[in-house]
């Protein structure tokens, strides 16, 4: 083990802080959009022409320039024009692609960086926030999940075979907190055998679901229902359920019902699919990067309410609700977890 000196102690806690203004630098270049502006430059631009270009005031800009190419955000060339770096554009402009991070960013400053200044008084009384869901605080969390789907297109489907024969055949399908139905939604115009129920206690979501689904003209095979999984009604009626990156988020006292509710609407057989964030059963897996985000998020929303399930913990719900031949594998090298229990 590397000895512990007071000087790499402190470079550490150094990084953290260095960690925090980098985070609050690409939410100020997301909101001002000097990453989307740069990435369609192709040569690049000057930090007068990026000023011009967005009616900002160039010396600013310039300091915003010069950080982020600190930070090896950006690159420069000889005459002076700033660019991104190789993926940067998915990861800080491109807000369609999978990889893109803006809006998990936004959510780290405008979300949890206020309800961080709540954390003491809550650790001293051990209540919980309310009325966290707000329409502006929804809009920007359902941000961080806007590509989800894309991960069922192209790294879930492809890999189960008996899951994309269910949907090109014709299939019942349920996604359980189906948000703004981005996963119901693209599932349904990929496989126009199969019909779609999204349920979600969000009302702001459920809104947008059943604007898009107009839009496209899906009515007749996407349906949304703004009620929480708890209140489910069905029975044997879905060939497969989803809950994609939402099991931590149900209130531990209502998480045993919903599972329940879920396994009675399945058919004989029927798959349930748990897209989540993997967490350490062990505490010396709490260094483990593989468990990152979800140890992240645990902390952000420790006054929220929110808990998240180890492997142990989830297995045992699912098994005393009735679920039996589970199949785990990783997601996206490893940042997801994808349980399947067959009813």
Known sequence: MKEILAQSQMEKVRNFEKGFVATHLIHVGSKLGLFQAISEARGGLTPADLAAKLGLHEPYVKIWCQTAYHFEMLDVDAHGRFTLQPFSEEILADR??????????AVSVDVFGKLFDEFPEHFRTGLTVENLYTPEMSKAYYETTRNMHLVFRYMIIPKNPQLKDCLENGCKFLDVGCGRGSLIIELAQLFDLSSFVGVDPN???????????SKLGLEK?????????EALAYDNQFDVATMVANLHEINPDLRGP???????????????????????????????????????????KTIVGHDY?????????????????FYRRTIGKGMFELVTAVK
């Open 96 to 105: 369609s692609h999978f990889r893109n991070y803006l809006g998990n960013i």
């Open 203 to 213: 009302g702001y979501g459920i809104e947008r679901a059943r604007e898009m689904i």
């Open 221 to 229: 095979r996407v349906t949304v229902e703004h009620i929480g999984g």
């Open 258 to 300: 919903v599972i329940e509710k879920v396994y009675k609407a399945l058919k004989p057989d029927g798959q349930f699919l748990i897209l989540d964030f993997p967490y350490p059963v062990e505490l010396a897996d709490f260094r483990n990067e593989l468990y990152d985000f979800a140890i992240l998020d645990h902390f952000r």
């Open 309 to 325: 399930l180890n492997t142990y913990k989830r297995d045992t719900l699912l098994t005393e609700t009735g679920f039996k031949k």
